[in-house]
């Protein structure tokens, strides 16, 4: 006998389970279905909230949503520490980004002036500048720039938080795969699942991160649009001898690679991270391991010192234009929720706001239109 | 009520669960304590038996036990597969030292005449024969010298197996922690356990790696005769798309840093390992782990593509002269065997052959003679 439920989400990650929580608050009957206890691609980020020192050229929808996103971030994060008794670790001390050598200081530059016109603050300062707000750094930093309005979250304990405020709002966790969305008459009907059971609901979420694409059922032109793009990762201590070594998230460009290093208010530091195209490969391999210690070690020797606590690989819904994908598409009924890249942990609460929104029969915020199914599959996604 | 033995051994690393092995194996009735399952340095080790490309200035004595030592590894290692029906993975492909630079190549060209001098064999090679061996090796080498007579063993198989051949032997395990040897009128009783428990027994041997000086009832000389040197290593692992990159252990000198790469029948590949003087610190580094990857990458770069599998630390127990300590001290009945350093793997055998002939009132191999605890203690051993 099919389990019942009004809406069915695939998918356990942080934008499944913000959706599923979302809706179970709102009345709905929810159940959340995912393989693992979920969100491999969730675990393994850093948690930077950092639209203005992750803005690129040419991304300008992109980093409007990002603006949004980070917006809502605090007041979503106060009801699920709220709903939850749990912190999740939000930290607002800002990013500085630094240079390591002239080319490395031009190129932050030129996105400096870039972001500027975007209308984000930034504050460019010399090397002893940067070295009199973050001490550790080498001398040999050419020079930075403070991006004071970015924020971190510590995404493991967000992402648990998640999870607690989905159960305490009473949705129905499934530990198995979908296959297909089943569909009758040009209407969603539910999932099939990969144990052979079949979940019954007239509205189905997939939130299934870079493993969407898998799903039977989807429009054709939306399952080969989402790739994996693979994240390396390593998660540092500080032996009990040493003090924090920074206090904000630093982005460095050392000879024109970046890497971040995010700390938490545990002693943890998160140095990350590679970006990949390698297929569902999830391997944690020897050259990343180094280029990402050297790379943070060039900028801030003394984290030869910490403890190396974990490696981990993740893979990041990549899409086309690096955008999330967020909307009606195919038979009536499937919602799309997916393609975050880089910006999951960032979006969860603007794509649980948009998800809800469109459950409910209204339009999300004017910033998602860029972000619609209907770009890959030439539909308009009004329902 | 006190358990009662023949012999009482304390440490289950690869010494103390040699000896009590063969103790087991002679008719004697064994007992075998150890805090966790056992061997943390054992675990750690890459397993190298290489007396001649290990072989240091100053440390003939040392070289002809190690030489004793790999002479009787073979017929131990095949009585111990014969015993337990495993493989050790015991590999004969020799050592492949090579050098980065001209400096490197220098202070391996003099080491090569000491060993030459010593009656090792050892064949000179410029860049391109080494890499006729080794065709991964990068054309950078300076040149290297081939060790034909090294070998390796897989350490752990090696103390897995050990333990099966203790277990089959009936050697009775003890799961904790010996605080101190037991003595009455100038005799070894036994031991006392963390627990609070006693073992009798009129033979004691402390084989308790680096933590051995931390056993009460050891002569004073001796419990501060023994230090902790941290190693860390690595190991890592082929994807499936990568064949074997080296056929055989290679050592380099890497602008002054050793570094070695030892290969498994299974895929695996140990890099090795640091030497630090920090006490009993068990945490892996971030430097650590970058400049083992760094030299690793310097003379083989494909390492770069392989998989990090495990990073660990273990801590060698090591003496004033490098050398191990292996003889009656103390209280009548009391032997002590440690102070292996970096080859407690490779003299595992000829430990528990020279425990055995003592325990049986005959004086162990010639060999010996120069690693008694009286070197430290002022008394000539003798029993």
Redesign the interface.
């Known amino acids: 006998m099919a389990e019942i439920a009004d809406v069915v989400v695939a998918g356990g990650g942080v934008i499944g389970t913000a959706i599923a929580w979302r809706a179970a608050a709102a009345g709905l009957d929810v159940v959340l279905v995912d393989p693992e206890a979920g969100d491999a691609a969730s675990l393994v980020a850093a948690g930077m909230l950092a639209p203005a020192s992750e803005a690129l050229f040419g991304e300008g929808a992109l980093l409007r949503l990002n603006l949004l996103a980070v917006r809502r971030f605090g007041s979503f994060a106060a009801e699920l520490e709220e709903a939850t008794g749990h912190q999740v670790g939000l930290r607002r001390e800002g990013t500085l980004a630094v240079a390591y050598d002239p080319g490395d200081y031009a190129a932050l530059i030129r996105l400096t002036a870039f972001r500027r016109s975007a209308g984000l603050d930034a504050e460019e300062l010399d090397s002893r500048a940067c070295r009199q707000l973050e001490p550790f750094l080498t001398p040999d930093v050419h020079g930075g720039v403070l991006f004071a309005d970015d924020w971190s979250v510590d995404n493991r304990r967000y992402a648990a938080a998640l999870r607690e405020a989905a159960r305490a709002a009473k949705v129905r966790g499934v530990r198995d795969r979908v296959l297909e969305v089943r569909v009758r008459a040009g209407q969603a009907r539910g999932v099939r699942l990969a144990d052979g059971g079949d979940i019954d609901a007239a509205r189905v979420v997939v939130a299934a991160g870079c493993w969407s694409g898998g799903v039977a059922g989807l429009p054709e032109a939306l399952r080969t649009v989402i790739r994996p793009v693979k994240g390396q990762l390593?998660r540092?201590r500080h032996?009990a001898s040493v003090p924090p070594v920074i206090g904000r998230t630093i982005r460095a460009i050392v000879r024109g690679t970046d890497v971040y290093l995010v700390p938490r208010a545990d002693g943890e530091l998160v140095v990350g991270a590679t970006q990949e195209e390698r297929g569902p490969?999830q391997?944690?391999?020897?050259?990343a391991?180094?280029d990402l210690?050297?790379d943070?070690?060039s900028v801030l020797p003394v984290?030869?010192?910490?403890?190396?606590?974990e490696?981990c690989a993740g893979l990041r819904p990549g899409t086309p234009d690096n955008g999330p994908v967020v909307g009606w598409c195919g038979p009536d009924g499937l919602l799309l929720a997916t393609g975050h890249y880089r910006n999951g942990i960032l979006m969860s609460p603007v794509t649980a706001d948009a998800a809800l929104a469109l459950l409910a029969g209204q339009a999300p915020a004017p910033e998602w239109e860029p972000f619609t199914p209907g770009r890959f599959t030439g539909e308009d996604g009004s329902r």
């Open positions: 390593l540092l032996p490969d391997t944690v391999t020897a050259g391991v180094h210690l050297h943070a070690m984290t030869s010192e910490l403890i190396l606590a490696t």
